[in-house]
């Protein structure tokens, strides 16, 4: 049974800003911009470190580091969340519209809930795309 896309945890909200997606070799350092960033700025920044890569996903500001302006074409649309942890298929019920669509995108998940990011090109399309499935879009 696939969640129930009309309880308000599972609203869509699409986020002003631009975001960009970056990736580091995994040897290279994060920039201490970014480190400052994780320490002393509420907005959206996520940094993941494995053995083969460092991606660094956040909002456009001026304090993110100049050579990663290049990779702020991205959108955000945000799960309201929170969401419980026994909800099952959620990511895919809503990737499969933007599928359909031809939309690619690259999702962040945190405790709380998911981001789904998509090229800023393919916005209006992606949220027309979800709002025909039935998708629910309310306002910050």
């Known amino acids: 049974m696939p969640p129930p896309i009309d309880h308000p945890c599972l609203h869509l ?3 002003p800003d631009m975001f960009f997606v970056s990736k580091l070799e995994p040897i290279e350092p994060v920039p201490q911009s970014i480190i400052n960033h994780l320490i002393n700025d509420s907005r ?12 660094i996903v956040g909002q456009w500001h001026d304090g993110i580091p100049a050579a ?3 990779e702020a074409v991205w959108r955000c649309i945000k799960l309201q969340g929170p969401m419980e942890f026994s909800l099952v298929g959620v990511l ?3 990737a499969a519209p933007l599928k359909e669509a031809g939309i690619g995108i690259f999702v962040v998940s945190t ?4 981001y789904i990011l998509v090229n800023a090109s393919n916005l209006e399309t992606a949220v ?3 709002r025909v499935d039935g998708w629910i879009f309310v306002s910050t």
């Open 13 to 15: 909200h699409v986020l």
């Open 92 to 94: 895919a019920q809503l």
């Open 44 to 55: 959206f920044l996520s940094l993941t470190r494995t053995q083969e890569e460092t991606s």
């Open 128 to 130: 027309g795309a979800l």
């Open 111 to 114: 405790w709380n809930t998911d």
């Open 68 to 70: 990663f302006e290049h």
